[in-house]
């Protein structure tokens, strides 16, 4: 059983930058983890994922921009977020891929706009 807690969420303007953490309650070490948003609205999807091997996967609406990363040691996965705009609005979260129900967090809110 993991617990998840994200943070860093923030408001931010067009264009802006925010990088946000995903901090384990265990090992993560052999797992592959993502990054999940939920738009106002809209159903909860996966936007990037980090496989135990390192290799990366992105959603075609966030390539190029975002980036994810993870730390074994520090039980930590985060989310570089560059470039960002409105359509980026959203609650961000991390759980495991594919996602256990249990592992869902409260997540972290991301707001862009000027």
């Known amino acids: 059983q993991l617990q998840l807690v994200e943070s860093g969420g923030g408001l931010v303007q067009p264009g802006g930058s925010l990088r946000l953490s995903c901090a384990a309650s265990?090992?993560?070490?052999?797992?592959?983890m993502g990054w999940y948003r939920q738009a106002p609205g809209a159903q909860r999807e996966l936007v990037a994922r980090?496989?135990?091997?390192?290799?990366?996967y992105y959603a075609d609406s966030v390539k190029g921009r975002f980036t994810i990363s993870r730390d074994n040691a520090k039980k930590t996965v985060y989310l570089q977020m560059n470039s960002l705009e409105s359509d980026d609005t959203a609650v961000y979260y991390c759980?495991?891929?594919?996602?256990?129900?249990?592992?869902w967090g409260k997540g972290t809110l991301v707001t862009v706009s000027s």
């Open positions: 980090i496989f135990s091997d390192s290799n990366t």
């Open positions: 759980n495991v891929v594919p996602p256990t129900t249990d592992y």
């Open positions: 265990g090992s993560i070490f052999s797992i592959s």
